[in-house]
Nanobody, 121 residues
Framework: VQLVESGGGLVQNGGSLRLSCAAS????????IGWFRQIPGKENDGRER???????????FYKDYLEGRFTTSSDNAKNTVYLQMNSLKPGDTAVYYC????????????WGKGTQVTVSS
């Protein structure tokens, strides 16, 4: 499975961006794509999951404090998952990754290389 993220960039405080994750090499249509972000300087520089979508059924999950600003969706015909981010804040600045899972309850098996999102104040 290969994942390629796109759509990152520089945006002003309060702006919006839509990230895309194009997947290839899929063998089954029953899988999930999670969006994660890594914020520099945060404790352990750990990756935080911001959302996940089980594409076959359209089930979505969000980090609680992001729900309402971030929305994930999929275009199954294109094997592409999106992350729409609205009302962006400087604290959302991070590298955003998408990752392939069997389901949103599983640890990701494949990762993209990430796309940088920078929100200026």
């Amino acid at each position: 499975v290969q994942l390629v993220e796109s759509g990152g960039g520089l945006v002003q405080n309060g702006g919006s961006l839509r990230l895309s994750c194009a997947a290839s090499g899929l063998r089954y249509d029953d899988y999930a794509i999670g969006w994660f972000r890594q914020i520099p300087g945060k404790e352990n520089d750990g990756r935080e999951r911001v959302s996940c979508i089980e594409v076959k059924y359209g089930r979505t999950f969000y980090k609680d404090y992001l729900e309402g600003r971030f929305t994930t969706s999929s275009d199954n015909a294109k094997n592409t998952v999106y992350l729409q981010m609205n009302s962006l804040k400087p604290g959302d600045t991070a590298v955003y990754y998408c990752a392939w899972n069997i389901s949103c309850s599983h640890t990701p098996g494949y990762w993209g290389k990430g796309t940088q999102v920078t929100v200026s104040s």
